[in-house]
């Protein structure tokens, strides 16, 4: 009986541990919180988005595994950042002269990486980004720089991912769109 017990425990984990290590493509989606966009904005303001993929390529991954989104991450957040504008009454056009507030996302640094370990692994989020804000002939502009980890139990799936990326995010615009100096700025 003991030897069945044994066996079945080491079978389990063994599992966890292939599981843990596995090569399955890990994927993330971005769906950050902009809910704090809409207190530093004025509603139905007529807005310009752009969002600029401008990391530099040479990234050191001997020791971690970097987690690809499901699609480009300046698309993605263009998108998210977009929808959320229009569903809260704002007008997007695609011209940066005509608009009343330019938002301007120049993505500096966005990865997740994973280190597995034998029970737990440890996801990573680091971010940097560059906020331009264009009204009328004015421009502002400021870094803003963050980062997640986080263990989590073997297999790592995408919605760990996608939760240590979006999390980190929210929390990023969060700090953004409640900065004093660019509140102070839009309201000129």
């Given amino acids: 009986m003991r030897n069945n017990q044994f066996l079945l425990l080491t079978a389990i984990i063994c599992s966890t541990f292939i599981l843990g290590c596995s090569s399955s493509k890990l994927i993330y989606q971005i769906d950050p919180d902009f809910s704090q966009l809409s207190s530093a904005l004025e509603s139905k303001e007529i807005v310009y988005v752009e ?11 001997t020791t971690l595994t970097l987690v690809n989104a499901d699609i480009p991450d300046h698309e993605a957040l263009k998108s998210k950042l977009t929808q959320f504008l229009k569903d809260n009454h704002f007008k997007i056009i695609n011209r940066v002269l005509l608009a009343d507030i330019g938002l301007e996302i120049k993505i500096i640094e966005l990865n997740l990486s994973v280190a597995s370990g034998f029970l737990k692994s440890k996801l990573t989020a680091q971010s940097e980004l560059e906020m331009i804000i264009h009204k009328k002939s004015e421009r502002w502009s400021k870094t803003y720089k963050t980062s997640r980890s986080q263990e989590v139990a073997n297999p790592v799936d995408e919605f760990d991912a996608t939760g240590v990326m979006n999390q980190m995010l929210s929390k990023q615009f969060h700090n953004i769109f409640t900065d004093k100096e660019l509140i102070d700025f839009i309201s000129l």
């Fill in 51 to 61: 969002v600029i993929d401008n990391r530099v390529e040479g990234t050191d991954t």
